[in-house]
T-cell receptor, first 110, second 113 residues
Framework: GQQLNQSPQSMFIQEGEDVSMNCTSS?????WLWYKQDPGEGPVLLIA?????ELTSNGRLTAQFGITRKDSFLNISASIPSDVGIYFC??????????FGTGTSLTVIP | NAGVTQTPKFQVLKTGQSMTLQCAQD?????MSWYRQDPGMGLRLIHY???????DQGEVPNGYNVSRSTTEDFPLRLLSAAPSQTSVYFC????????????FGSGTRLTVV
């Protein structure tokens, strides 16, 4: 399957700090998605990106579709305790299949 | 609107037992899929379906069977459970176009002893 490399693997930050994470691939993707997974739950869609260079925000979250179409970035500003969870990127090559990254585990220390 | 419903939420099996994980969606989505989630490996696709009567293999299909007799239901069958199948299983669905991503169920945590 496609390899999506997500980094960092885990993050421990103080409440109020900004967070940056990214996802890279050797393949060119048509769509990038970012999901968040709370403990014991399924992933929930945060942001969807559809063209190279696109920058999209959802509240304190901002994501970008890399200009090469091989990467994507997610930033969280002014983190709060409820931001805790695992963040996944997902890329779509063609058709309806998405390939998922290995996830970034975020811990916010109050 | 229930979305994607998975049952059971937890299950313990003995090696060699068989069982079916249930998945149902009420959004009239054409596309449905099963993923397994293992630590450090993200979500890996097991099987998927693009509509009733049509299924196909994903990245890790061995040891699993699926069928899609209706648009709403997409059960996953473990034929003879093995400890390597201990994992968290997620069902997901989307409209055929898929550009808005998947809606996931809340998962089934399976332990094979």
């Amino acid at each position: 399957g496609q390899q999506l490399n997500q980094s960092p693997q885990s993050m421990f930050i103080q409440e109020g700090e900004d967070v940056s994470m990214n996802c890279t691939s050797s393949s060119i993707f048509n769509t990038w998605l970012w999901y968040k997974q709370d403990p014991g739950e399924g992933p929930v869609l945060l942001i969807a990106l559809y063209k190279a260079g696109e920058l999209t925000s959802n509240g304190r979250l901002t994501a970008q579709f890399g200009i090469t179409r091989k990467d994507s970035f997610l930033n969280i500003s002014a983190s709060i305790p409820s931001d805790v969870g695992i963040y996944f990127c997902a890329g779509q090559l063609a058709g309806n299949q998405f390939y998922f990254g290995t996830g970034t585990s975020l811990t916010v220390i109050p | 609107n229930a979305g994607v419903t998975q049952t059971p939420k937890f299950q313990v099996l003995k090696t060699g037992q068989s069982m079916t994980l249930q998945c149902a969606q009420d959004m009239n989505h054409e596309y449905m899929s099963w993923y397994r989630q293992d630590p450090g490996m993200g979500l890996r696709l097991i099987h998927y379906s693009v509509g009733a009567g049509i299924t196909d293999q994903g990245e890790v299909p061995n040891g699993y069977n699926v069928s899609r007799s209706t648009t709403e239901d997409f059960p996953l069958r473990l034929l003879s459970a093995a400890p390597s199948q201990t994992s968290v299983y997620f069902c997901a669905s989307s409209p055929w176009t898929g550009v808005y991503g998947y809606t996931f169920g809340s998962g089934t945590r399976l332990t094979v002893v």
